[in-house]
């Protein structure tokens, strides 16, 4: 199936699963998600492969749930989770390496009715990656690189910017004299730009914008996959 880009339905259908958000509706309207969602999903990630592999011939980008595509229904089971079943937000994720992936460094997207989130590294860190990242960034060279890095990316683009600081207080082993010891507070590490969400109905705009993002962000990238080649298995 040749990508084309989302219909213009998909959006007013999430929209729809926000304010039906129960199996029973989910199921009866099956055919519209399998149509307007992960049939299209599929294609998105074989076209949008292709051009990824060419920044980095190692990039995962596996068409199947549970691969670079989630599932549809919600794990309400965790703490905290978000109860509702269904999800009326779409995610598609390109992984490096063999590590988990969510736990490797990736080129990422998702799309709702409210946006359209482009996002280059890794979103949030478990304990190995934590760990790992800043073993990593102790060294002072690379802590410099790293800040280089986010700080060129921000300058090529008014949208680009990072996530924000999750943690208060230093982890062992750094302080507030080190430069660049900022970025030892932060949960994981990834750069992203928001865009309306109509943009996924626009197809090969939808894969050119993408594109630049991700070439822009490219050094991100490849600075996060070195740090997932440090993880140590639990």
Do not use: C
């Not at 090529?156 to 062992?172: C, F, S, V, W």
Request: net charge positive; proline share 4%; charged share 30%.
């Amino acid at each position: 199936m040749e990508f084309k880009g989302f219909s213009e339905k998909t959006l007013p259908f999430l929209e729809s699963i926000r304010k039906n958000n129960n199996k029973e509706w989910f199921e009866a309207h099956r055919t519209e998600y399998e149509e307007l969602i992960l049939n299209p999903s599929r294609a998105f990630v074989v076209e949008m492969g292709e051009h990824l592999q060419a920044l980095e011939p190692t990039i995962n980008a596996e068409p199947k749930i549970n691969k670079s595509l989630y599932r549809i229904y919600r794990d309400t089971r965790r703490m905290g989770a978000n109860k509702a079943p269904i999800k009326h937000r779409i995610g598609v994720i390109f992984w490096q390496g063999n590590n988990k992936r969510m736990q490797s460094s990736s080129f990422y997207l998702h799309f709702s009715p409210d946006e359209l989130y482009v996002a280059v590294g890794v979103r949030w860190f478990e304990k190995p990656m934590l760990d790992a990242y800043r073993e990593y960034i102790l060294d002072n060279s690379k802590r410099m690189e790293l800040d280089t890095i986010l700080k060129s990316i921000k300058s090529k683009d008014t949208g680009y910017t990072h996530l924000e600081k999750g943690y208060k207080r230093y982890p062992k082993g750094f302080n507030a004299d080190m430069k660049n010891a900022d970025l030892a507070l932060y949960k994981g590490m990834a750069t992203y730009k928001v865009f309306d969400p109509k943009l996924i109905t626009k197809g090969e705009e939808f894969i050119d914008t993408l594109y630049k993002i991700y070439e822009d962000m490219l050094p991100l990238q490849q600075y996060m996959y070195e740090v997932s080649l440090r993880v140590k298995e639990e």
